[in-house]
Nanobody
Framework: VQLQASGGGLVQAGGSLRLSCVSR????????VGWFRQPPGQEREFVST????????NYAESVKGRFTVSRDRGKNTVYLQMNSLKPEDTAVYYC?????????????????WGQGTQVTVSS
Protein backbone atom coordinates (compact mmCIF):
# COMPACT_ATOMS: atom_id res chain seq x y z
CA VAL A 1 0.00 0.00 0.00
CA GLN A 2 1.19 3.51 -0.77
CA LEU A 3 0.03 6.68 0.91
CA GLN A 4 0.30 10.05 -0.76
CA ALA A 5 -0.03 13.31 1.13
CA SER A 6 -0.85 16.49 -0.75
CA GLY A 7 -2.18 19.97 -0.21
CA GLY A 8 0.85 21.63 1.30
CA GLY A 9 2.09 25.05 0.30
CA LEU A 10 3.11 28.49 1.45
CA VAL A 11 0.67 30.40 3.63
CA GLN A 12 0.82 33.43 5.88
CA ALA A 13 0.47 33.13 9.61
CA GLY A 14 -3.18 32.88 10.56
CA GLY A 15 -4.08 31.21 7.31
CA SER A 16 -5.43 27.75 6.57
CA LEU A 17 -4.55 24.70 4.53
CA ARG A 18 -6.19 21.33 4.08
CA LEU A 19 -3.98 18.32 3.59
CA SER A 20 -5.21 15.14 1.95
CA CYS A 21 -3.89 11.60 2.28
CA VAL A 22 -4.91 9.03 -0.32
CA SER A 23 -4.02 5.37 -0.15
CA ARG A 24 -3.23 3.50 -3.32
CA UNK A 25 -2.74 -0.18 -3.95
CA UNK A 26 -4.67 -1.27 -0.89
CA UNK A 27 -7.32 0.36 1.17
CA UNK A 28 -6.57 1.49 4.71
CA UNK A 29 -10.24 1.97 5.47
CA UNK A 30 -9.95 -0.54 8.32
CA UNK A 31 -6.81 1.06 9.74
CA UNK A 32 -6.20 4.15 11.77
CA VAL A 33 -4.31 6.87 9.94
CA GLY A 34 -1.92 9.29 11.54
CA TRP A 35 -0.38 12.60 10.61
CA PHE A 36 3.18 13.39 11.58
CA ARG A 37 5.46 16.29 10.74
CA GLN A 38 9.16 16.99 10.61
CA PRO A 39 10.18 20.61 11.16
CA PRO A 40 13.49 21.75 9.65
CA GLY A 41 16.41 20.29 11.56
CA GLN A 42 14.16 18.42 14.01
CA GLU A 43 12.85 14.93 14.56
CA ARG A 44 9.56 13.80 13.12
CA GLU A 45 6.71 14.29 15.60
CA PHE A 46 3.12 13.22 16.07
CA VAL A 47 0.38 15.60 14.96
CA SER A 48 -2.92 13.72 14.88
CA THR A 49 -4.55 10.36 14.40
CA UNK A 50 -7.99 9.10 13.47
CA UNK A 51 -9.47 5.67 14.06
CA UNK A 52 -10.67 3.37 11.32
CA UNK A 53 -14.25 4.63 11.48
CA UNK A 54 -13.48 8.24 12.34
CA UNK A 55 -15.10 7.99 15.76
CA UNK A 56 -11.88 8.51 17.70
CA UNK A 57 -9.31 11.24 17.15
CA ASN A 58 -6.28 12.48 19.01
CA TYR A 59 -4.09 15.55 18.64
CA ALA A 60 -0.76 16.86 19.79
CA GLU A 61 -1.16 19.63 22.35
CA SER A 62 0.49 22.09 20.02
CA VAL A 63 -2.28 21.76 17.40
CA LYS A 64 -5.38 21.16 19.54
CA GLY A 65 -8.15 23.56 18.70
CA ARG A 66 -6.52 24.53 15.40
CA PHE A 67 -6.25 21.27 13.42
CA THR A 68 -9.04 18.85 12.62
CA VAL A 69 -8.59 15.36 11.22
CA SER A 70 -11.35 13.58 9.31
CA ARG A 71 -11.75 10.78 6.84
CA ASP A 72 -13.95 9.75 3.94
CA ARG A 73 -13.76 5.97 3.83
CA GLY A 74 -15.64 5.87 0.54
CA LYS A 75 -12.90 7.95 -1.07
CA ASN A 76 -10.11 6.22 0.85
CA THR A 77 -8.94 9.67 1.91
CA VAL A 78 -7.98 11.26 5.21
CA TYR A 79 -7.89 15.01 5.66
CA LEU A 80 -6.08 17.37 8.00
CA GLN A 81 -7.69 20.78 8.17
CA MET A 82 -5.17 23.24 9.55
CA ASN A 83 -6.41 26.64 10.71
CA SER A 84 -4.74 29.55 12.49
CA LEU A 85 -1.39 28.40 11.20
CA LYS A 86 1.77 29.57 12.92
CA PRO A 87 5.35 29.79 11.67
CA GLU A 88 6.21 26.92 14.03
CA ASP A 89 3.85 24.70 12.04
CA THR A 90 6.35 24.83 9.18
CA ALA A 91 7.36 21.25 8.42
CA VAL A 92 7.09 18.36 6.02
CA TYR A 93 3.82 16.62 6.84
CA TYR A 94 3.43 12.87 6.44
CA CYS A 95 0.47 10.56 6.68
CA UNK A 96 0.82 6.96 7.75
CA UNK A 97 -1.38 3.90 8.02
CA UNK A 98 -1.46 2.25 11.43
CA UNK A 99 -1.02 -1.43 12.14
CA UNK A 100 -4.47 -1.56 13.71
CA UNK A 101 -7.84 0.12 13.81
CA UNK A 102 -6.77 2.59 16.47
CA UNK A 103 -3.50 4.42 16.17
CA UNK A 104 -1.35 5.96 18.86
CA UNK A 105 1.15 8.75 19.03
CA UNK A 106 4.22 6.60 18.41
CA UNK A 107 5.62 6.22 14.92
CA UNK A 108 6.28 2.57 15.64
CA UNK A 109 2.55 1.94 15.48
CA UNK A 110 2.43 2.86 11.82
CA UNK A 111 3.81 0.77 9.01
CA UNK A 112 2.52 2.40 5.82
CA TRP A 113 4.24 5.71 5.16
CA GLY A 114 3.90 8.00 2.21
CA GLN A 115 5.88 10.86 0.81
CA GLY A 116 5.36 14.07 2.68
CA THR A 117 4.07 17.44 1.65
CA GLN A 118 5.78 20.69 2.57
CA VAL A 119 3.91 23.27 4.63
CA THR A 120 5.55 26.65 5.06
CA VAL A 121 4.01 29.35 7.22
CA SER A 122 5.45 32.82 6.89
CA SER A 123 5.27 35.39 9.67
Amino acid sequence: VQLQASGGGLVQAGGSLRLSCVSRGRTVSNNAVGWFRQPPGQEREFVSTISWNGASTNYAESVKGRFTVSRDRGKNTVYLQMNSLKPEDTAVYYCAGARSSYGGTSQSGYNFWGQGTQVTVSS
